[in-house]
């Protein structure tokens, strides 16, 4: 089998109508607009309604992909969801979006990494069209975050939302795609980010609800100077891979995870602030679709155009690390 390197061929955003404004959140906690702002860089996110599934705005997303590729459902090998919010534990939310999609000729799984999940799902669909084993991938990043938040826990409710990017994959045909990836696990920082209960190590209980154990918990400062730190270092391993710096890079996508946390780290990586991407205001925090939305932003903006250098990085519980070194395809957009 022929190795072509992977290149994105379409992308779709969707967030839910719903918007909640820092305003909002003041009549639930003990905060302010300022307050919120000042420290997070946040003004607004989306919420889903009630009930709403994680599936349901992955189709949104998968949908206008599909529809900018002139692409059947029918002709996709294998999709890949990121999600920390899955429908359901078990079957996988990718199993329920193959089958709300009509993508009958696709095998499916989800990956689980929380605000890096995104990075590593195209990591690994990368793998998929490079050995020649498939030719058409759906990778998709989407969370509903409002359904494990705590709107009654200050320093985590004001830092979601919900949304979902999708992205598909297909060989490419010039030097354009996917160069190179870098990824780290470092699993001493999981007490940091997570949901205590609802796994096999405590499973659900009256006490445990009770407990409001199946929510996010978050050790806040912690999480800053770790995300702070290997934003930058990720890429940098990248960039001397490659011997490049950053000043080659053309646009820096980091997970939108606190605007003080991208800035620190993309001056530490030595980028200019023009070329770092940053939707945060508008949508919190949505986990594993912030790099998606945050591509949908930079085109909107007029600031991603083929054949530029990007990076994408995040940082996520796990605590896990994703960095890749992209040279953009251009996509169909509107």
């Given at each position: 089998m022929?190795r072509k390197?992977?290149?994105i061929s379409?992308?779709g955003?969707h967030v839910?109508d719903r918007?909640?404004?820092?305003a909002?959140?003041?009549?639930m906690?003990d905060t302010?607009?300022?307050?919120?702002?000042s420290r997070?860089g946040?003004?607004?996110?989306?919420?889903?309604e009630?009930?709403?599934?994680?599936s349901e705005i992955a189709l949104n997303a998968s949908?206008?992909a599909?529809?900018?590729a002139?692409?059947?459902?029918?002709?996709?090998d294998?999709?890949?969801?990121a999600?920390?919010?899955?429908?359901?534990?078990?079957?996988?939310?990718?199993?329920?979006?193959?089958d709300?999609?009509g993508?009958?000729r696709?095998?499916?799984?989800d990956?689980?990494?929380?605000?890096?999940?995104?990075i590593?799902?195209l990591?690994i669909g990368?793998q998929?069209?490079e050995?020649g084993?498939?030719?058409?991938?759906?990778?998709?990043?989407a969370?509903?975050m409002?359904?494990?938040v705590?709107?009654e826990?200050r320093?985590?409710?004001i830092?979601?939302g919900?949304?979902?990017g999708?992205?598909?994959?297909?060989p490419?045909?010039?030097e354009?795609?996917?160069l190179?990836?870098?990824?780290e696990?470092?699993?001493w920082?999981?007490p940091?980010?997570n949901?205590?209960a609802?796994?096999?190590?405590?499973?659900t209980s009256?006490?445990t609800v009770?407990q409001k154990?199946?929510f996010i918990?978050?050790d806040?400062?912690?999480?800053?100077?770790y995300?702070?730190r290997?934003?930058a270092e990720?890429?940098?391993?990248?960039?001397a891979?490659?011997?490049?710096?950053?000043?080659d890079?053309?646009?820096?996508?980091a997970?939108?995870a606190?605007?003080?946390?991208?800035?620190?780290?993309?001056?530490?990586?030595?980028?200019?602030?023009?070329?770092v991407?940053?939707?945060?205001?508008r949508?919190?925090?949505t986990?594993?679709?912030t790099?998606?939305?945050?591509?949908?932003?930079?085109?909107d903006e007029?600031?991603l155009?083929?054949?530029?250098?990007?990076?994408?990085t995040?940082v996520?519980a796990?605590?896990?690390?994703?960095?890749?070194l992209?040279?953009?395809?251009?996509v169909?957009?509107k």
């Amino acid at each position: 089998m022929s190795r072509k390197r992977a290149r994105i061929s379409a992308l779709g955003c969707h967030v839910p109508d719903r918007v909640v404004k820092n305003a909002d959140l003041e009549k639930m906690v003990d905060t302010t607009d300022e307050w919120i702002h000042s420290r997070t860089g946040i003004r607004e996110r989306r919420r889903a309604e009630p009930g709403t599934p994680t599936s349901e705005i992955a189709l949104n997303a998968s949908r206008k992909a599909l529809d900018l590729a002139e692409m059947r459902a029918s002709d996709i090998d294998l999709i890949i969801v990121a999600t920390i919010t899955p429908d359901v534990p078990f079957p996988a939310t990718a199993c329920i979006l193959q089958d709300k999609l009509g993508a009958s000729r696709a095998w499916c799984f989800d990956v689980s990494a929380a605000c890096s999940g995104f990075i590593y799902a195209l990591t690994i669909g990368a793998q998929f069209i490079e050995t020649g084993a498939h030719r058409k991938i759906l990778v998709v990043g989407a969370d509903v975050m409002s359904a494990i938040v705590d709107y009654e826990e200050r320093s985590t409710c004001i830092l979601f939302g919900d949304g979902a990017g999708a992205v598909l994959l297909e060989p490419a045909e010039d030097e354009t795609g996917i160069l190179d990836f870098y990824h780290e696990t470092d699993g001493w920082g999981a007490p940091y980010l997570n949901m205590p209960a609802g796994g096999s190590a405590l499973s659900t209980s009256h006490e445990t609800v009770d407990q409001k154990l199946h929510f996010i918990r978050q050790d806040g400062r912690q999480i800053f100077k770790y995300a702070t730190r290997k934003m930058a270092e990720a890429p940098q391993i990248l960039l001397a891979r490659h011997g490049l710096t950053a000043a080659d890079i053309d646009l820096y996508v980091a997970h939108q995870a606190n605007a003080r946390i991208i800035d620190a780290a993309a001056q530490r990586l030595g980028v200019s602030p023009e070329k770092v991407v940053k939707n945060i205001e508008r949508y919190g925090n949505t986990t594993g679709a912030t790099i998606p939305l945050a591509l949908g932003t930079a085109l909107d903006e007029g600031a991603l155009e083929k054949g530029d250098l990007m990076v994408l990085t995040s940082v996520g519980a796990g605590l896990t690390v994703g960095a890749m070194l992209v040279r953009w395809s251009g996509v169909p957009w509107k």
